[in-house]
DNA sequence: TTAAATTTGTACGTATGTATG
DNA sequence: ACATACATACGTACAAATTTA
């Protein structure tokens, strides 16, 4: 985003973060009015606009405008599957290295998802997941504040016996969305790749038997060393 | 190919015929001849590059020239016989485009998926899968050969109904593996991607109620258009 | 090792055509 | 018919990366 990366670039990703609050259907300003906006030519506008038509975020008419064509497409894979990961399977030692734990207030998305008020004081996870060493994963959990939670945390146990610590016996999976992203600078370094390599994002929300959300957490997996199995029960 | 058609598409054209007679690596004349030999701007040859480096054809870098990253026979135009009608789809894929269907003998592993000799006929269907017609995934799937089983698939019905003509009313889900890989020059060209941008790959095997394999697919999904959500019963 | 030439990338400007509303 | 808005195509200039001398 600074000064070496191209001005259609930076208007792209601009755009294309505005466009996490659009509908499909609706329009965008005109080309000229975006090169206004922005400062810059209508031809650097344009290859903006190019850059978002080849993604599939955009689609311009002549005469018309510019409208937003599709948001990322939830696409439901089965109602009775049940979510694992490979190593599991394969008899790997799995592992996990907790890099920090914090209570801090809970960005909206976040309380929203554990149904809480929003600026909630919230006791956030991160670190990385292991299979017999390697860097395979790295994760971003948000829990509700129970006491003590956050030092089981910090132990590095778990999440399953860091919450049965807390009084919590067990926690099912309410739904889990997969998408293939780049990896951006921050996760190239956590899990050993370039940027931009294939990443698989796993967004999560885990309940307890009664319902209540208990932890919301993003996972990314390097692409070339994680398959995920979805099989029926 | 007339006046109407815009110059940067007829060059583009032009040149997609002419690297049919190219091999991977070869260097194409420099924008500034390319442009001199059509007698037009230099940007206007860059148009028609834009357009080969998007289908994957070409690759471009600063300073070195343009060069040939895959073959046009490589490229589906040859392959696919026609394009037929998006139908109604198996309940949970907005819609597909039949690309072709073949029968041939399988590969190995396909044959092993199937549970079948090595060296089986199979019938093999390739297509796309969409989403408000926009292309969203690349699909290649082989059947066992059924009496009748090709010619229904070509009729671009569906898998299911596909199915139900030759007499299987029932089919599920026996797994999914799912990783994320950057796109080849092909699959870039199928999903309007660039290449190495990530992709997710779904291998699935269905099979019918009494537990006989039916399907072993492989599906490639546009990572930036897709979110597969995996939700428990 | 250095310097120059080559080649693509970015950004601006101008003009005109064509479809839409 | 008219104004709006995207599409095409020309031009210039400079930056950045690579190749060549």
Redesign the pocket.
């Known amino acids: 985003m600074t000064a ?7 208007i792209a990703e601009t755009l294309t973060a505005e466009l996490a609050n659009a509908s499909p259907g609706d ?7 975006l ?1 206004a906006r922005f ?9 903006a ?2 850059a978002l038509a080849e993604a599939g975020l955009v689609h ?7 409208q937003v064509t599709a948001l990322p497409t939830d696409y439901p894979i089965g109602r009775r599957t049940r979510f694992h990961a490979a190593l599991e399977a394969t008899g790997r030692v799995p592992g996990r290295r907790v890099l920090s734990v914090e209570t801090q207030p809970g960005l909206a998305e976040e309380c929203a998802m554990l149904a809480l008020p929003g600026g909630s004081p919230l006791v956030r996870a991160e670190g990385l997941t292991l299979s017999d060493g390697q860097v395979i994963g790295h994760f971003r959990s948000v829990f509700p504040v129970l006491p003590g939670l956050a030092a089981e945390l910090a132990r590095g146990e778990g999440v399953t016996r860091a919450l049965a610590a807390c009084g919590v016996s067990d926690y099912t999976r309410a739904w889990t969305r997969l998408t293939a992203v780049p990896a951006d600078a921050l996760l190239a370094g956590h899990l050993q790749l370039r940027r931009g390599e294939p990443v698989m994002r796993a967004v999560a929300l885990n309940h307890d038997p009664r319902g209540q959300p208990l932890e919301y957490g993003i996972t990314h997996f390097a692409g070339a060393r994680v398959t995920l199995t979805v099989a029926p029960d």
């Open positions: 070496d990366t191209p001005l259609w670039r930076q329009r965008l300003p005109s080309e000229a009015r090169a400062g810059v030519n209508r031809h650097t506008v344009r290859r606009l190019a311009a008419r002549r005469g018309a405008g510019v």
